[in-house]
């Protein structure tokens, strides 16, 4: 509280200290621990999907490649907030820090227009998948059309 005060302070004041190098630095690691949350998802994910399930996975909500691809995107996203609140906390050169937060907020943009391409293509193949996974189970289950070899043991 003293430090919001503070801080409020020496911007009525006109005074700035070195609050906002520190509070970049401070960023910088919740950036790099961000980007460790998405090597984490993609390791998890990837390993889930093609080697064996794993719990975690399906605790984090990935059960297939549209599940991994929808974290890792909003990881990514947050991670460009962040680096755009760095920029914005330094307030070197206002009209870059402008440039800067257009470019990112168009790449956001189209990464929030996939994102909803693939939750939208997911809901509309829902009733399409459940039937075929359905007579795929019958097929397998209950109308066995795998022809299985029986082998006899000859009695000497």
């Known amino acids: 509280m003293i430090a919001l005060y503070h801080s409020w302070s020496d911007v009525i004041?006109?005074?700035?200290?070195?609050?906002?190098?520190a509070m970049s630095r401070d960023l910088n690691v919740v950036s790099t621990m961000l980007e460790a949350v998405v090597f984490y998802l993609v390791g998890v994910g990837l390993y889930s999907l093609f080697i064996s399930?794993?719990?975690?996975?399906?605790?984090?909500?990935?059960e297939?490649?549209?599940?991994?691809?929808s974290k890792v995107l909003s990881v990514i996203i947050v991670i460009m907030g962040a680096t755009f609140l760095q920029h914005f906390v330094r307030w070197e050169n206002p009209a870059g820090t402008l440039e800067f937060g257009g470019a990112l907020s168009i790449v956001v943009i189209s990464l929030v227009f996939l994102q909803w391409l693939g939750h939208r293509a997911v809901e509309t193949q829902k009733p399409f998948s459940l039937k075929?996974?359905?007579r795929a189970q019958q097929e397998m289950f209950h109308?066995?059309?795998?022809?299985?070899?029986?082998k006899e043991e000859k009695n000497p």
Do not use: C, M, Y
Request: a negative charge.
């Open 53 to 62: 399930p794993l719990n975690v996975a399906v605790a984090l909500g990935i």
């Open 64 to 69: 297939s490649l549209t599940d991994l691809e």
């Open 13 to 21: 004041k006109g005074t700035f200290s070195s609050h906002g190098i």
């Open 143 to 150: 109308e066995s059309t795998e022809q299985h070899e029986v």
């Open 132 to 134: 075929t996974q359905t």
